[in-house]
């Protein structure tokens, strides 16, 4: 984007008291345009999208980031500014600048502090995005039926709908929902505040070294959600994990839950960027049964 809509540049310019606005395309931009804003004396961090999809996104982090930062030691920037004009929805952040390390075990260590906040169910009262997907959050007092309805089931549909998720790979995704349901599995940790698309990218150091957590899809679940996230595309190091395990120690059914609950991030995949991912879901679920039996 070469050039500010006119209705966002005269937003920007009333927020920061500024007749110039200089506006730079950074990377961040997967989804939406990011832009770095100078303007007043000021700097600031712009995601801006045009549709009702860009709207719903955004207005969906803009509600994330507010209820991470109620948290206590959860570090995450706080909204500025969201507006929609003339069908464009920006999100005006801070912006943050960033240092050379990763000191990923920091980041562990912030994770671990956010998943010490307890919810009162599973889920959330409102629901909310992931990428530009609909991610729905009933609130529900079992955490296994909210995962096997609204997770498995639900991202089934998405990836099917999609052309990405053949029978043959659905079916035992299918069968680790029937079991979820039926409460033959050890109950699930939480519910605490998870991140909810917790990858590489959605972290940030800044120049001394503090680690902040941007565009979250948050809602209440089993903070393993999180962790299997960080691990199914990786770029953590080690230090990350062993620093939230020295936290919240580590349970026998760690490894059959990571299997369950990377699916849900696999079938967004999917719906998202095809069969590679389908089939991949395929295959992680019938490990889960597979250690089931």
Sequence with gaps: ????????????????????????PVHGGSIHSALHIRAGGRELFLKLGRGEQARASLEAEHDGLHRLARLDGVRVPIPLALATRDDWTWLALPWI????ARLDHRVGELVATLHDHSARSFGLERDNCIA???QP??????????????????????????????TEDEEP?????????????????????????LWQGNVLVDTAGLPWLIDPAVYAGDPRV???????????????????????????DDDLRDRILVLWPLLVHAALFGASYGRQTGRVARQALAALT
């Design 137 to 166: 959050n009933p609130p529900h007092d079992c955490g296994d039926t909210f995962w096997a309805r609204h997770r498995l089931r639900y991202g089934c549909r998405l990836a099917r709908e999609a052309g990405a998720l053949h």
């Design 173 to 197: 995704v299918l069968r680790l929902a029937d079991l979820l349901e039926s409460d033959r599995l050890p109950a699930p940790r939480g519910p605490v505040w998870l991140h909810g698309d």
């Design 132 to 134: 530009l997907l609909h």
């Design 1 to 24: 984007m070469n050039a500010l809509p006119p209705p966002v540049a005269d937003h920007l310019r009333s927020l920061l008291h500024a007749r110039q606005i200089d506006a730079r």
């Design 226 to 252: 999180d962790l299997a996230m960080a691990r199914l595309f990786g770029g953590f190091e080690p230090s990350f994990f062993d620093a939230w395990y020295a936290t919240h120690g580590r349970r026998p």
């Design 97 to 100: 600048d960033t240092g050379p």
